[in-house]
């Protein structure tokens, strides 16, 4: 059978979200085709395209030419992997390495019961919902993203290539929307791609725009970050957004 034919009319902002609900509604090896059809602006184009269906969780085949007035038209497979919860006015974005299996099953990022990501953001009162995600987007302006998007046990499984791939998609999908801040978990793919020396803490490099804040990864298997040292990170990271950092 071809595969199902999925339009989106709107805003060219809510095609995340959007597409974050098609990526849950299907099945890892699923196929879709996506008719992209926002409201013309001045960015939009076959890239953008491509990197919305890319952070929603799908592997995109191929994607028709693009104009003002011309659908963008993709053919993807949806992968195990988690969507991008983003949206304008942000107040800050996560980054994390890649997703666990863990999370890809139960579409939480850092959802397993042993990462202390969300008991850190709670401790920081960066969020108010434990393990929410969409609370977390609509209530407290933050957002979640990978560098990579597809699924491994280990992050150490990611090469380096891929993690220069997910920087280049992620830097654009900041300079797009806009968040107050950035801020990377786990200090891997950064030294990989940006700074080799890097060390946590503000970085001298911004990322589309934003200044960055670079963190110890969350895993339980972190033994060298208590949660208080994690909640500390977060907050210092919520300050930058907020420009309480110079």
């Not at 990526?23 to 960015?43: A, I, K, N, Q, Y």
């Amino acid at each position: 059978m071809p595969p199902d034919v999925h339009t989106f009319h709107g805003q060219a902002t809510t095609l995340p979200l959007r597409l974050a609900d098609l990526h849950v509604s299907l099945r890892p090896g699923d196929l879709v085709t996506c008719r992209l059809e926002p409201t013309p602006d001045d960015g939009w184009c076959r890239q953008r395209a491509l990197d919305l269906m890319i952070g929603a969780g799908f592997s995109p085949d191929q994607a028709g030419p693009v104009s003002r007035s011309v659908a963008t038209v993709v053919d993807a497979t949806r992968i195990h992997s988690l969507p991008d919860t983003v949206a304008p006015g942000m107040r800050l974005l996560i980054v994390g390495l890649n997703p666990s299996p863990f999370s890809a099953d139960s579409a939480i990022g850092y959802g397993h019961p042993g990462n202390r990501f969300w008991p850190a953001a709670l401790q920081a009162g960066i969020v108010s919902v434990d393990r929410d995600p969409r609370h977390a987007l609509r209530e407290h302006g933050l957002g979640m993203t990978d560098l990579v998007r597809r699924t491994t046990t280990r992050a150490a499984e990611v090469d380096r290539d891929e993690f220069a791939r997910g920087y280049g998609r992620v830097g654009r999908l900041v300079a797009w929307l806009a968040p107050k801040a950035v801020c990377f978990v786990g200090l891997g793919g950064w030294r990989s791609v940006v700074d080799r020396s890097a060390v946590a803490g503000i970085q001298e490099h911004p990322l589309g725009g934003r200044p960055v804040y670079l963190m110890p990864h969350t895993s339980g298997l972190n033994a060298h970050s208590r949660l208080a040292d994690l909640a500390a990170h977060l907050a210092a990271a919520a300050d930058l957004a907020d420009g309480d950092i110079s």
